[in-house]
């Protein structure tokens, strides 16, 4: 099992930026992947940007350019980091942190919001 942490949500303007952090604990060493996850309000769940245990990432279209997910690992946690630069008000959402182990069993962080508005 693990245990994921999240942060750095908020409410920002449109045209800036936000780190968004998620540090997953326990059995760490049979994390396939992580990434992150975008709710708007009312709408359905989609992926953002992901991020494997080697360093390979994948991003959707509209994150492209913008978003950028990265990670590091010590012997306690791996952490995901999503920057989120130039944002948008459509931006605005729920993210979820997640996580993909190799037994492909999922896990989901609780969700961190992001509003950007003027």
């Known amino acids: 099992q693990v245990q994921l942490a999240e942060s750095g949500g908020g409410l920002v303007q449109p045209g800036e930026s936000l780190r968004l952090s998620c540090a997953a604990s326990g059995s760490i060493g049979a994390i396939r992947a992580m990434g992150w996850y975008l709710q708007p309000p009312g709408k359905q769940r989609e992926l953002v940007a992901s991020i494997s245990l080697g360093g390979r990432t994948n991003y959707a279209d509209f994150a492209k350019g913008r978003f950028t997910i990265s990670r590091e690992m010590d012997s306690v946690h791996f952490t995901s980091y999503l920057q989120l630069n130039n944002l948008k008000p459509e931006d605005t959402a729920d993210y979820f942190c997640?996580?993909?182990?190799?037994?492909?069993?999922?896990?989901w962080g609780k969700g961190t919001r992001v509003t950007v508005s003027s």
């Open positions: 997640h996580v993909l182990m190799l037994s492909s069993m999922e896990y």
